[in-house]
């Protein structure tokens, strides 16, 4: 479950100030899907940044299952992304030096306790997977 409290993202560049989130209040409930809509510039991508542990608020309350994230410091983000989250971004955001199967084991990679061998255990079965949305 996610609950969003009074969520503000306030933008600095040099001299101005955004305010691009001005108090957000969200509740997602277990198997809900959710579609964010609104014009271009309305901070839907600044709010998916926040609930995906990409970013993080200017003030505001995240709660994830309960825990605190506004409240994690970077490693801690870090990894709790890394456990916890799953993100399909509209331009896929692939490592071009890397291959597709190294791609796709890059989070094991990043998690504590899975060794190599694992990992490339696990990998190429991802790949299988991700093959309807690949093609
Ligand atoms: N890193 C940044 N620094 C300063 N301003 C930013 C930054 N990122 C976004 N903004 C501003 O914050 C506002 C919200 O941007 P955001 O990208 O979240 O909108 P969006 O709803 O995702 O738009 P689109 O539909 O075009 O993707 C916009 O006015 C944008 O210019
Ligand atoms: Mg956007």
């Known amino acids: ?6 969520i503000r993202k306030t933008y600095f560049t040099g ?18 899907y959710l579609a964010l809509m ?3 510039g309305s901070g839907k991508s ?3 940044n926040i609930i995906g542990a990409l970013d993080i608020p200017t003030s505001g309350e995240y709660l994830l299952r309960k825990k605190p994230i506004h409240e994690l410091n970077d490693n801690q983000i870090s990894e709790f992304r890394n456990q916890e989250i799953g993100f399909v971004f509209q331009t896929f955001n692939l490592l071009s030096k890397l291959s597709a199967l190294e791609n ?6 990043y998690a504590d306790g899975i060794e190599k061998e694992e990992r490339d255990a696990k990998s ?5 997977e991700l093959r309807p949305i690949v093609f």
């Open 15 to 32: 001299e101005l100030e955004y305010q691009a989130l001005k108090g957000i209040d969200l509740t997602i409930n277990p198997n809900d």
């Open 1 to 6: 479950m996610i609950e969003l409290t009074n």
């Open 46 to 48: 600044t709010l998916m």
């Open 124 to 128: 190429p079965n991802w790949v299988n």
């Open 104 to 109: 796709v084991g890059l989070p094991l990679l």
């Open 38 to 40: 609104g014009s271009s």
